[in-house]
């Protein structure tokens, strides 16, 4: 999801901006292969615990309207393990916000969203909480 601000606008803070200023895709790939996330860096796994997704202020993350998302994990940067699944309520400005009980460390930990190959996909930021 590199396209519009690019994939450090998922990580800058800003919670509250449009679509304009966000990570995303013009058009999103079809399947779930529309992600954003994180390298924790060499020797340095997490176990995430949480994560809040917010979608931005004048759309929704997708803009098909509700689609579904996984929370992942590994310890590659490909053959990524399901954390969480859902569906996202279709939104504008929607915000995800999961905790969960983190059993496994990873390097890597992201977001993926559905996509068509048409629709757009944005999130205006994505946070990732560890245990301890």
């Not at 990580?11 to 079809?30: G, I, R, V």
């Not at 060499?42 to 931005?56: L, S």
């Not at 996984?70 to 990524?80: A, E, I, P």
Request: aromatic share 14%; with cysteine.
């Amino acid at each position: 999801m590199t396209q519009g601000a690019g994939l450090d606008a998922a990580f800058d803070t800003n919670t509250n901006k449009p679509m304009a200023f966000c990570c995303q895709l013009f058009n999103s790939t079809a399947g779930y292969n529309n992600s954003v996330g994180r390298y924790w860096g060499t020797d340095n796994q997490i176990t995430a615990v949480r994560f809040v997704a917010t979608a931005p202020n004048n759309s929704y993350f997708y803009a098909g309207g509700a689609t579904g998302y996984k929370f992942q994990g590994s310890d590659l940067s490909v053959g990524f393990t399901d954390i969480y699944t859902g569906t996202t309520a279709g939104t504008i400005g929607e915000e995800i916000d999961v905790s969960f009980t983190g059993t496994t460390s990873y390097l890597y930990h992201r977001i993926v969203f559905n996509g068509n190959g048409t629709n757009s996909i944005a999130i205006a930021q994505l946070k990732i909480y560890a245990s301890g």
